[in-house]
C-alpha cells in the first residue's frame, strides 16, 4: 500500500488497485465540470458528491500518489487536473490507430471524446478495399497490409480493434508486430498479447449484462 | 460472504463483489467460444486460462451463486451458460431504448452484439427532427417528445444514453419518468438517478485513460 506521501513517479502501479485508477478518471472529468461551473477549488466532499463516493474514498484514491490539497482550503482544480493526467499518463498527446472502420470503427472515428482528452486518432485500417485510400471523418483509411508501415511512419503508440470476433486477435497481433505499447479492444472476445502490451477491454453487451444483473436482482432477487 | 452453496436466488447482489460479476460475463463469452471450438464441457483451469485467470479464482466467484460441475468432471458447457445467463438476468429477452441517435447511437443500433446477447432496441429517439419518423438499423426513431408514451406502450425496460454530456440528464429523467428499471449511459458524465434505477457508464475516453495509465507507468515509470 501507498504511505499516501509518495510521488507519483516511485509508485508502482502493480500497488494500485484497477478500480482506483478508474476512479482517477471519474475525479478528472468531475473537475472539469467543476470549472466549468466556476469553481477555482473544491474539496473531497464536494468531489465525491456528485460521483457517489465519500470525501474518505475521494482522499484515500489520491493518496496512492502522493499529497494533493491543503487542509481547510481542498485542491486547486487546474492543480489536480493536471496533477490526475500526469498520473494517467495523459498530460501529452497519444497517437492512436484503428483497425476496422465498419459501423462501431466510424463511429469511434467522429467521437469527439477522444481528441479533447488527447488522444489523436492519426489512422484508421480495414481490409474492405472499398472503404480504404479515403478519409472518415478526417483520419485516412489505409488498408490492413500497410499497418506495419503507417503505424512506424506515424508513430502510433495505441491501437484501436474495432474488428468483429473472428479477426480481432489478427488484428491485435499486426498491432503488436508494428510496435504499439497498448491496445483498447472493442471486439466480444478476450485478446492473447505479449506481456509487455498493455490492453483494455470494452465489451458493450458485457456492460449491459452488469446493468441487468443489478436491474435483475434488485426487481425479483434471482 | 457466499458460503458457496446459496442458489443464486438466494444472494444478495450487495454481497457479491463488482468485479466478480463482471467475471461472469467474461466466462459467459468465453464458454460461447469454447462450445463454438467444439469443447462439450471445460474445467476451471480451462475456463481461466484464457482470460487470464486461475482456476481457484473461476471456481471462487462461481461459488457465490452456487455449486457448479463435478470435481473430475467438470462443467457441462451449455450448463454453466444457461445458470450465468440465469444470474446475470440474461435469460430473457430485454427491452431496449435508445437515447440520441447522433454518430455513436447510430453505430450502436447497427451494433450486432446486442441483439445476440438478448437486448432488443425497440426504439430510439432524437430531438433532431431530420432524424425522426423513419428507421434506422431497421428501429423506428421517434420524437424525445414521444418517449413516455412509447416505452409505457412497447413495454421498454432499459435506455440507452448515447447524447452529448450537456443533454444527458435530462435524457436519463425522461427514461426514469417513463419507467425503464436501468440506465446505460455513454454520455461522458455522471447522471443523478433515483436509487430505484440500475446504471452503468460506459465512457470511451476512460477505457482509453486506463490503458494510458498502464501502458505509461509500465514503460517509463511516470
Redesign the interface.
Known amino acids: 500500500m501507498s504511505s499516501g506521501r509518495r510521488k ?2 516511485s ?3 502493480k500497488d494500485v488497485p ?2 482506483v ?2 476512479r ?3 475525479y ?3 473537475l472539469h ?1 467543476l470549472i466549468a461551473a466556476g469553481h477555482a477549488t473544491t474539496s473531497s466532499g464536494r468531489l465525491g458528491q ?3 463516493f465519500s470525501d474518505a474514498q475521494v482522499r484515500r484514491d489520491l493518496a496512492y500518489f502522493g499529497h494533493f490539497g491543503q487542509p481547510g482550503v481542498g485542491y486547486r482544480c487546474d492543480e489536480l487536473i493536471g496533477a490526475i493526467r ?5 498530460d501529452r498527446e ?1 497517437r ?1 490507430a484503428m483497425v476496422g472502420v465498419g ?2 470503427g ?3 472515428l ?2 469527439r ?2 481528441a ?2 488527447g ?1 489523436k486518432i492519426v489512422a484508421a485500417f480495414d481490409v474492405d478495399q472499398s472503404k480504404t485510400n479515403r478519409q472518415l471523418g478526417g483520419v485516412p483509411v489505409f488498408a490492413l497490409d500497410d499497418l506495419a508501415q503507417v503505424v512506424q511512419d506515424q508513430r502510433i ?2 491501437g484501436l480493434v474495432a474488428v468483429p470476433a473472428s479477426t480481432a486477435q489478427l488484428a491485435a497481433d499486426r498491432l503488436v508486430a508494428a510496435g504499439v ?4 479492444n472493442f471486439a ?3 485478446l ?1 498479447l505479449p506481456d ?1 502490451v ?3 477491454g ?18 425479483s ?2
Chains 1, 2 share one sequence.
Do not use: M
Open positions: 507519483s513517479d509508485v508502482d502501479p484497477k478500480a485508477v478508474s482517477l478518471s471519474l478528472l472529468r468531475e465540470h456528485q460521483l457517489g500526469g498520473i494517467l499518463g495523459t497519444w492512436v459501423n462501431l466510424q463511429a469511434l467522429g467521437y471524446g477522444f479533447s482528452q488522444f503508440e495505441l505499447a497498448g491496445i483498447l466480444p472476445v478476450t492473447n509487455h498493455s490492453h483494455v470494452v465489451d458493450l453487451a458485457t456492460e449491459l449484462e452488469q446493468l441487468c444483473f443489478s436491474v435483475a436482482n434488485r426487481s432477487g434471482t
